[in-house]
């Protein structure tokens, strides 16, 4: 981990280093509990993103009413780490994962999506058997075409049949607008959001009227959080990013701090191109390349898997061992590249952080 | 490690998983052994792509020279693994990686890559601090535009001050032809690859006349091993990806067995769309989507973080919990998103394997 490095200036780091700024960090952190302390609606973040209980804590301590996993190895890492309410906003299939799901509900208050009768019904065997009692959220399909089931007809039969089956206890229900997060322009991306929020809201409506209790009702991201957050009928929200903050949804105009760098290294300069130690194994490039924020001036052109290629526009002369700080593009996948983040405060490492869930696909 | 899985049908394993067929993977490293075998020119393969000892191992005691790595951190690792002579491929600068690498020359045989003067000296200075004999070659751009100096004076004039620095030992030179490796046509391959080797081979020719001694000529990959490995006055072969292949590499035509695939499941269905746990934190998606290779007639359209989109094209209907299996497209970055191979002989897990150099990016 990098040689002790507490105390060094983030510059003399050993590169690449995934770098976070506290100061950032806990601005973000503050801020956005600060926004939902003001509402109805409270905030769960999504620790897909930081994957790091530390962070995860720091966000609870400032109001979140717990935490969301992508994956149930993420949620055994946070749960280790003292965390209990957790919701992991995927299906959980297979007999290994089910095994490992009941487990984990037996020491944590776990929730799970699903979308499936046939799955509902192996986690309410897999329950019964481990004499634990399953908090499940429906997932619906509110118009991202990926996971969930219809509003309507589908989403009640589901529930139905959930309701019914021993050793599962249905919490409520969750859609992720994940078509609207990135849509640059902010009207359209609130219309689409709506029309999206209206068909979850919708779905608690009918299941209400059958005599269904809804007690939640989960969605939203950092793209779509002042929209989501607002929305009559929603209880919780599930934004991720906001607390490291990335390039992406600083080009959708979303103003949370950049707390998330990458700190990387020079390592061959010929005229206007310079080379450095931070390829597509450190950036990852789904979302465009890396912000160049020091030094000002120039610009990576393209990742190939262990070099970056930068290009001078107007910027200082670079020299073999000179440092670069990026912002990264995407910080939930770039974040998984790495093992730990170097915690700066004005530019001076004050902690190392394992990012614990790195690599916890499943 | 996915609950003691030996023994297990692949498709019993907890999902994602990255898998290596044993067969497959034996029969690649033997083949390119034999072809090496029977040329002046030796296999120095590239553990970069996947960054596990027990490979390496393999390709050794099947003949290669030495192995390959492109960071410092990738050869500590493999000298851990009691790996003696190895090229880190890549420039070494900053106090605190050369510091590093002069404490590995201490005990293995290391070598490094140079295009810089300065960083020449700053090697030398280290590798004298530590009565240690840093082995070098100059690393040429020959064609790629990436690092390396360019043929003819400037490769001299570095070649002469690196021969005068105390500390360092000038092996000879290097030079990767990575704008040729994925030419779909193979002529078009041959005739830029043929280009490279000549540019390098006459820094050869040019030291010698000067009386600089040039035991080694590195260069080559998986996509170019038999013209490189041809070439006249090409001494190694640097070829990493033939082991393990991807997708990618067997679209331009490089026939090795597909030893490493993913097995993802499914999560969710609805009609001729299904959703698999396998996303962009499972294969990356810079040379294009993975392969379906099980079920036939189903193909991966889309990835998001933690999902991939199968579209049915005429395959089997398929079913939450239904496992799948894919060819990543670009094993080196997929393979470094994993922290085991699930080796499996005739689809059943006989080891798991400890990708020991995973994130080993400083």
Redesign the interface.
């Known amino acids: 981990m990098?040689?002790y490095p507490i105390g060094l200036h983030k510059w003399?780091?050993?590169?690449?280093?995934l770098c976070l700024d506290a100061p950032a960090l806990e601005q973000n952190i503050s801020r956005m509990a600060k926004y939902f302390a003001e509402r109805p609606a409270s905030l769960r973040p999504h620790s897909?993103t930081h994957k790091c209980p530390t962070i995860a804590w720091m966000q609870l301590r400032a109001g979140a009413i717990g935490i969301t996993c992508?994956?149930l190895a993420e949620a055994e890492v946070m749960a280790q780490a003292g965390i209990r309410d957790i919701l992991i906003a995927?299906?959980i299939?297979?007999i290994?994962?089910i095994s490992?799901l009941v487990n984990l509900a037996a020491y944590s208050e776990v929730m799970v999506a699903v979308?499936?009768p046939?799955?509902a019904e192996?986690l309410s065997a897999a329950a019964q058997a481990k004499g634990v009692r399953l908090r499940v959220l429906l997932e619906i399909?509110v118009g991202m075409?990926?996971?969930?089931v219809a509003p309507g007809e589908e989403a009640l039969a589901l529930a139905r049949r959930v309701s019914e089956l021993p050793g599962l206890c249905l919490e409520g229900i969750m859609g992720y607008e994940?078509h609207a997060v990135m849509i640059p322009d902010f009207e359209e991306r609130r219309r689409v959001t709506e029309e999206a929020m209206a068909k979850l809201v919708s779905v608690r409506d009918l299941l209400e009227e059958k005599g269904i209790e809804v007690k939640i009702v989960s969605g939203g991201g950092t793209g779509t959080y002042t929209i989501t957050g607002n929305y009559p009928g929603v209880t919780e929200v599930q934004a991720g990013s906001y607390a490291t903050m990335d390039g992406q949804y600083r080009r959708v105009g979303i103003d949370f701090a950049p707390a998330l760098t990458v700190v990387a290294?020079?390592?061959?300069?010929?005229g206007d191109?310079a080379?450095i130690?931070?390829g597509?194994?450190?950036l990852?490039?789904?979302f465009g390349m890396a912000e160049v924020v020091h030094p000002e001036g120039w610009e990576l052109t393209r990742?190939?898997?262990?070099?970056g290629?930068l290009r001078r526009k107007g910027g200082p002369e670079l020299?073999?061992?000179d440092p670069v700080e990026l912002i990264p593009s995407h910080g939930?996948?770039t974040i998984?590249?790495?093992?730990e983040y170097y915690v700066v405060r004005d530019d001076v490492v004050e902690a190392v952080w394992p990012i614990a869930a790195?690599?916890c696909?499943?």
């Open positions: 990098n040689g003399d780091l050993d590169t690449p280093a897909k992508a994956k995927n299906q299939v297979g290994r994962k490992r979308d499936d046939a799955n192996d399909d075409g990926r996971c969930g994940g290294r020079v390592i061959s300069v010929r191109r080379i130690d931070a597509l194994k450190t990852t490039p789904e990742l190939s898997e262990e070099h290629f020299h073999s061992g939930c996948t998984n590249l790495h093992d790195r690599g696909i499943r």
